[in-house]
């Protein structure tokens, strides 16, 4: 399967402070790449579709002035989390989809962020 | 909301038996069912699917079948293996080239030598 990279794996940052968590497709150009978040005993929730080139499509509920995405090349995007607060701790996972219409996404081992 | 719902968190099994991990959802617009399996400290990895206009998929060991009428899914592991331990998770998606993955919470499964 497709090598998804995730950096840093593991994040722990003062409230107010911002993080930016990099997620790289190692294998393919990912025309398209998504952001989740996965809370305690909660499933994976989408937050937002990152597409090369044009902004990110934020998922209802998800602010797009606190959760930065930029896909700025085929390999590479950043999500960033402006001004974290201690319910912003979570654990944030991109994956990446080689061409619209397939369905396999391929997932990154995600990053634990921590804000005390 | 939860619309994809795995209500059992953990599952033992010996190994040589079969595994069956169950899924429920309530959105009747799912087309396209996955399955995922998690290794700790690492990302989902894509494990089998099944469209909605079969009932049943099969791939080696792991078998998906999906039983639209009661919105119920269910992967088959046979025969369990203890490298298949791991947490798995069934996803659901809403109509064809959708971004959107509808996750349950996964299930552990430990697969007992």
């Known amino acids: 399967g497709a090598v998804v990279s995730q950096h840093p794996s593991w994040v722990i940052c003062k409230s107010g402070t911002s993080v930016k968590i990099e997620c790289r497709s190692l294998?393919?150009?990912?025309?398209?790449m998504f952001w989740y978040r996965q809370f305690p005993k909660q499933s994976l929730m989408l937050m937002a579709t990152?597409?090369?080139?044009?902004?990110?499509?934020?998922e209802q509920g998800v602010e797009k002035d606190k959760f930065l995405i930029n896909h700025a090349s085929l390999t590479l995007s950043t999500l960033t989390v402006t001004s974290a607060h201690p319910e912003d701790s979570s654990f944030y996972i991109c994956?990446?989809?080689?061409?619209?219409?397939?369905?396999?996404?391929?997932f990154g081992p995600g990053t634990r962020l921590t804000v005390l | 909301d939860q619309q994809v719902k795995q209500n059992s968190p953990s599952l033992s099994v010996q190994e040589g038996r079969i595994s069956i991990l169950n899924c429920d959802y309530t959105?009747?617009?799912?087309?396209?069912f996955l399955w995922y399996k998690k290794y700790p400290a690492e990302g989902p990895t894509f494990l089998i699917s099944?469209?909605?206009?079969?009932d049943k998929n099969e791939d080696g060991r792991f078998t998906v079948f999906l039983n639209k009428s009661a919105k119920h899914l269910s992967l088959h592991i046979v025969p369990s293996q203890p490298g298949d331990s791991a947490v798995y998770f069934c996803?659901?998606?809403?109509?064809?080239?959708?971004?959107?993955?509808?996750f349950g919470t996964g299930t552990r499964l430990t697969v007992i030598p």
């Open positions: 996803a659901a998606r809403r109509q064809t080239g959708a971004n959107n993955l509808f």
């Open positions: 994956s990446s989809r080689r061409e619209r219409g397939t369905d396999t996404q391929y």
């Open positions: 959105n009747s617009m799912f087309d396209y």
């Open positions: 294998d393919f150009q990912a025309t398209t």
């Open positions: 990152s597409n090369e080139g044009s902004k990110a499509t934020y």
């Open positions: 099944i469209s909605s206009i079969k």
